[in-house]
């Protein structure tokens, strides 16, 4: 069993921006390199290396530019948000399972120029499964949510202000983190009432940054992960999920379309932990669009059945005296989205003791991949001190 016998020894960022002058590939040696400084660790000793599918260049061409020597284990995940915590986990399971004995996983993305968004080149033929759906207006991944989200007011009584909690929440967070993009910008419940539609009934401010940046940890046997500079931060529990009937984002062929992976994801998550969601100090959700953050709280069962967007109410996900602070550096709609891969790093810093939104006493910490595709998730846990 994967508890406990795996830690996350190192992380390591790039800076976040619109426009970085660096390639992806320079991006990804330089976070690689900074966690594995962050761990105490030389290139030479990592073996493994993980990653998702979505990463324009092999691991080959970062094997080599850090000076690695032979690598003996490597995957990539798919399915773009859903994939990051499933980079981290295969990761752990190759060194539990000695493939590997230092694995880096990472997510480098430059998707701040507008151009480089997939939905900018109109003019393709469109493939796949999109084939249903794009040439009758569901255009982007959040035309697609705003679907979902509608339907959760619908069958919830959901409203703007519960999506608006989310939005302050988070952006609240990015103001104490000078490393998020919108560190220096708060905003007001005014301002999110007020600002445009993106695709009605999320607005602006429902929607995740889109940023240039790379994101890096190293895992390694957790007796291992003792010896080393940083305080041990293990991995606790891993799951992954795609439930039946699922079809990507629109989640259209269930009876229950609300239901998406994370419950497939949270089942198997549990059912290999020691303690359960009462017991998570903080989490980091995957937030590409706000209405994602109360589907994931039902899902990973800390709320019931459509009681996700009343959980938002009264400060609940907020530092520092929320039940449950989500999001602590700003997440993917304020710090930078990274494809949830920030979202991982910190979740490390939670429980090290070092996130600029630091709970007290987070000794355990969730954190989940994209709700909507073929997700995964990971609880930490403080090792001893």
Aim: glycine fraction near 10%; include cysteine.
């Amino acid at each position: 069993m994967l508890k406990d016998r795996t830690a996350i020894a190192g992380i390591g960022q790039t800076a976040y921006a619109k426009s970085l002058p660096d390639s992806e590939l320079v991006l990804a040696c330089r976070a690689i390199k900074a966690a594995l400084d962050d761990a105490g660790i030389h290139p030479s000793e990592v073996d493994g290396l993980s990653s998702y599918t979505l990463e324009p260049f092999v691991e080959v061409e970062v094997a080599r530019n850090l000076g690695m020597g032979d690598i003996t284990w490597f995957s990539q995940v798919g399915y773009g948000g859903g994939a990051g915590c499933a980079v981290v986990g295969n990761a752990a399971m190759a060194v539990a399972t000695g493939q590997c004995g230092v694995a880096v996983a990472w997510r480098s993305r430059k998707r701040g120029a507008a151009a480089a968004r997939p939905w900018a080149q109109v003019g393709e033929r469109v493939a796949g499964t999109g084939q249903w759906s794009r040439p009758w207006g569901l255009l982007r991944p959040v035309d697609e949510i705003a679907v979902l989200a509608r339907r959760y007011m619908h069958e919830y009584g959901a409203t703007r202000d519960h999506l608006a909690n989310v939005a302050i929440a988070i952006r609240k967070h990015a103001n104490r983190n000078p490393a998020a993009m919108m560190h220096g910008k708060p905003m007001t419940r005014d301002d999110y009432m007020r600002s445009r539609w993106v695709s009605e009934p999320l607005c602006l401010f429902d929607n995740c940054l889109e940023s240039d940046g790379a994101v890096a940890a190293v895992i390694v046997d957790a007796s291992r992960a003792a010896e080393l500079p940083q305080p041990t931060v293990l991995i606790h529990a891993f799951g992954q999920g795609l439930n039946t009937q699922h079809q990507t984002m629109t989640n259209y062929h269930r009876d229950d379309p609300l239901m998406g992976p994370a419950w497939a994801c949270a089942e198997v998550l549990w059912r290999h932990a020691d303690f359960g969601p009462a017991d998570v100090k903080v989490a980091q959700i995957y937030d590409a669009f706000s209405p994602l953050i109360p589907l994931s709280l039902e899902g990973y069962g800390f709320c019931k059945r459509g009681e996700g967007a009343e959980f938002t109410n009264d400060g609940n996900i907020e530092w520092p005296d929320g039940a449950l602070p989500v999001n602590t550096s700003g997440g993917g709609m304020s710090e930078a989205y990274v494809h949830g891969f920030n979202l991982v790093a910190e979740a490390v810093r939670q429980v090290r003791g070092t996130s600029t939104a630091q709970v007290d006493r987070a000794d355990t910490g969730l954190v989940t991949s994209g709700e909507g595709v073929p997700t995964s998730a990971l609880l930490l846990r403080a090792g001893d001190r």
